[in-house]
C-alpha cells in the first residue's frame, strides 16, 4: 500500500503566490490532517477533518484553507503566500470507529514524508 | 494550557545506555503517543496509550500514560546506533481529534 502520499516533495514560492499542497491516502482512513513542522519544533496542526465535506480549524490555521471532497484526498492551499509559511508540512490520516463529529477512539496517525516549502 | 513541555531537548548516550525521556502537561489528554522522526520524513508510530496508568512495550521501547493523564514518558533499554533520531511526544485533546506535540527530544547514539 502506498499509505500518505504527498506532493510536491519540494517547492519555492515567492510572497503573494498561491499554491495547493495534495495529500492523498488509499487506506479508507475517515481522518485526515494537516501539520507544519518550523525546524527543532514539534508538528502544530493546522487543519483537519473527519470525514468528506466536513473540515475543522487546529492550532494554527491562518493563512491557510482546506476542502474535502472525498475521502482519498485533502489538499491544503496556501493563498498568498508569506515567508512565515515556510515550514515542512505533513499530511496524516486515521481511522475511527467512533460515532459523531468527535470521537474519542481514534486509531494512531500515519504521516506522509512531507512537503518542504521555502517562500522568499 | 495545552501545550506540552517534552525533556530533554536532546540526549548524547552510550552505545548500550538506557534512554528516558518524558512529556508533561497542565491539560488531560485523552491519548499519548510516541514518534520518532528520521531526517527528511514523516514521523513513525512507536507507541500509543489509550488509558491512564497503561504501561506498553515495544521491543526496547517502554512507554507509560501518567495516572492523571497529563504525563508520559517512554524509556529504550540497551540503545543501539540506529535508534539515533527525534522522538516526539503527541497527546490527543479530549472530546476532539485535535492533537499537541511535543517539541522533540533528539537522540545521538555514540558506537
Known amino acids: 500500500n502506498a499509505g500518505v502520499t504527498q506532493t510536491p516533495k519540494f517547492r519555492i514560492l515567492k510572497i503573494g503566490q498561491s499554491m495547493t499542497l495534495q495529500c492523498t491516502q488509499d487506506m479508507n482512513h475517515n481522518y485526515m490532517y494537516w501539520y507544519r513542522q518550523d525546524p527543532g519544533m514539534g508538528l502544530k496542526l493546522i487543519y483537519y477533518?473527519?470525514?468528506?465535506?466536513?473540515?475543522d480549524k487546529g492550532e494554527v490555521p491562518n493563512g491557510y484553507n482546506v476542502s474535502r471532497s472525498t475521502t482519498e484526498d485533502f489538499p491544503l492551499r496556501l493563498e498568498l503566500a508569506a515567508p512565515s509559511q515556510t515550514s515542512v508540512y505533513f499530511c496524516?490520516?486515521?481511522?475511527?470507529?467512533?460515532?459523531?463529529?468527535?470521537?474519542?477512539?481514534?486509531?494512531?496517525?500515519?504521516f506522509g514524508d512531507g512537503t518542504r516549502l521555502s517562500i522568499l | 494550557g495545552q501545550q506540552l513541555n517534552q525533556s530533554p531537548q536532546s540526549m548524547f548516550i552510550q552505545e548500550g545506555e538506557d534512554v528516558s525521556m518524558n512529556c508533561t502537561s497542565s491539560?488531560?489528554?485523552?491519548?499519548w503517543l510516541w514518534y520518532k522522526q528520521d531526517p527528511g520524513e514523516g514521523p513513525v508510530l512507536l507507541i500509543a496509550?489509550?488509558?491512564?496508568?497503561e504501561l506498553t512495550s515495544n521491543g526496547r521501547l517502554t512507554a507509560q500514560f501518567g495516572i492523571t493523564r497529563k504525563d508520559s514518558f517512554l524509556n529504550i533499554s540497551a540503545s543501539i546506533p540506529s535508534d539515533v533520531g527525534i522522538y516526539f511526544c503527541a497527546g490527543q485533546l479530549p472530546n476532539n481529534n485535535d492533537m499537541r506535540f511535543g517539541a522533540g527530544t533528539r537522540l545521538t547514539v555514540k558506537p
Open positions: 491539560s488531560i489528554f485523552n491519548t
Open positions: 477533518s473527519v470525514g468528506a465535506g466536513i473540515t
Open positions: 496509550l489509550y488509558k491512564a496508568g
Open positions: 496524516a490520516s486515521s481511522y475511527s470507529t467512533g460515532t459523531g463529529v468527535f470521537a474519542s477512539n481514534n486509531q494512531p496517525q500515519h
